[in-house]
T-cell receptor, first 120, second 113 residues
Framework: GAVVSQHPSRVICKSGTSVKIECRSL??????MFWYRQFPKQSLMLMAT?????????EQGVEKDKFLINHASLTLSTLTVTSAHPEDSSFYIC????????????????FGSGTRLTVV | TQLLEQSPQFLSIQEGENLTVYCNSS?????LQWYRQEPGEGPVLLVT???GGEVKKLKRLTFQFGDARKDSSLHITAAQPGDTGLYLC?????????????WGLGTSLAVNP
């Protein structure tokens, strides 16, 4: 089945530094990538949506200059948290969907295993 | 704006009990998905319902999609400690909007032995 590999799984960084999170689709082309943020025992909060080769579309309230998203290829998307601060500590998850006809095989969205970011 | 209300938000039950989780909306969804998530992991798809009135079963889990495709429920029979986790419902948004998912707030389920 479709697999999305997300790295790193955990990262601790100092306040003021930048952190890059990668998501790779291993056996399919990720036309669209969704980036989420999640707090403990809460639902997923969509941060932005990116399409390969295009600029990401950010949800209201998400700073695009702080959370840089790059989706340069059909198999790789990255989220860079710039000048991280303790309040950016969270669980970040990517989710990929392949393009094509919206048929039964496209109903599922493949999720990465998440990245636990701790800013100290 | 499409919203999906999920309830209850927290549930703690004894092993062997039954439970139902609800997701309701005033909007129509083209499909609705149920996920289960373990701490520190990404969500794992349990089922997708597409047709109004559809019922799907996955062992002790029964999923229903409302006739009008605005609501859905997840029923677990004879819950076991292994069912503990966060259950999320998500509706597929409108076409042309990158098919982004509209998420419920989640139900944190604890099944005590």
């Amino acid at each position: 089945g479709a697999v999305v590999s997300q790295h790193p799984s955990r990262v601790i960084c100092k306040s003021g530094t930048s952190v890059k999170i990668e998501c790779r689709s291993l056996d399919f082309q990720a036309t669209t990538m969704f980036w989420y943020r999640q707090f403990p025992k809460q639902s997923l909060m969509l941060m932005a949506t990116s399409n390969e080769g295009s600029k990401a579309t950010y949800e209201q309230g998400v700073e695009k200059d702080k959370f840089l998203i790059n989706h340069a290829s059909l198999t790789l998307s990255t989220l860079t948290v710039t000048s991280a601060h303790p309040e950016d500590s969270s669980f970040y998850i990517c989710s990929a969907r392949s393009g094509g006809v919206w048929g039964p095989l496209n109903y599922g969205y493949t999720f990465g295993s998440g990245t636990r970011l701790t800013v100290v | 704006t499409q919203l999906l209300e999920q309830s209850p938000q927290f549930l703690s039950i004894q092993e062997g009990e039954n439970l139902t989780v609800y997701c309701n909306s005033s909007s129509v969804f083209s499909s609705l998905q149920w996920y289960r998530q373990e701490p520190g992991e990404g969500p794992v798809l349990l089922v997708t319902v597409v047709t109004g009135g559809e019922v799907k079963k996955l062992k002790r889990l029964t999923f229903q999609f409302g006739d009008a495709r605005k609501d859905s429920s997840l029923h677990i029979t004879a819950a076991q400690p292994g069912d503990t986790g966060l259950y999320l419902c998500a509706g597929a948004g409108n076409a042309g909007n990158n098919r982004k998912l509209i998420w419920g707030l989640g139900t944190s389920l604890a099944v005590n032995p």
